[in-house]
Nanobody, 129 residues
């Protein structure tokens, strides 16, 4: 069984940076997209950025371009760094994964169609002064 465990959330002040980490286990295939998503209170869950495990290519939603960076430290240790955090960044942040065909081009649709196969429990991020 695939499991994802996020960490790194907490209380941060506006303008600060944050690094979230995720540990993935139980995978049975090499071709996945790993995404970071979030859900603000009272809002719909939305994608932030994602990375393909085959080639480390990434995609981001426009709202976080220049502020968020998705990467991997080890094959199954994705991370996301976000800087200049704003109060509207507050929410529950998730690491999620979906199996994809070999050679899939990483594009933004992977962050709007968020029907991912596996999800972590989420880590809370609160941006407040």
């Amino acid at each position: 069984q695939v499991q994802l465990v996020e960490s790194g959330g907490g209380l941060v002040q506006p303008g600060e940076s944050l690094r979230l980490s995720c540990v993935v286990s139980g995978v049975t295939w090499d071709y996945y997209v790993i995404a970071w998503l979030r859900q603000a209170p009272g809002k719909e869950r939305e994608g932030i950025g994602c990375i393909g495990t085959a080639d480390d290519s990434t995609s981001y939603v426009e709202s976080v371009l220049g502020r968020a960076t998705v990467s991997r430290f080890g094959m199954w240790n994705p991370a996301m760094e976000m800087n200049t955090l704003k109060p509207e960044d507050t929410g529950t942040y998730y690491c999620a994964m979906r199996r994809v065909p070999r050679g899939l081009v990483i594009r933004e649709w992977l962050l709007t169609d968020i029907n991912y196969d596996y999800w972590g429990q989420g880590t809370e991020v609160t941006v407040s002064s």
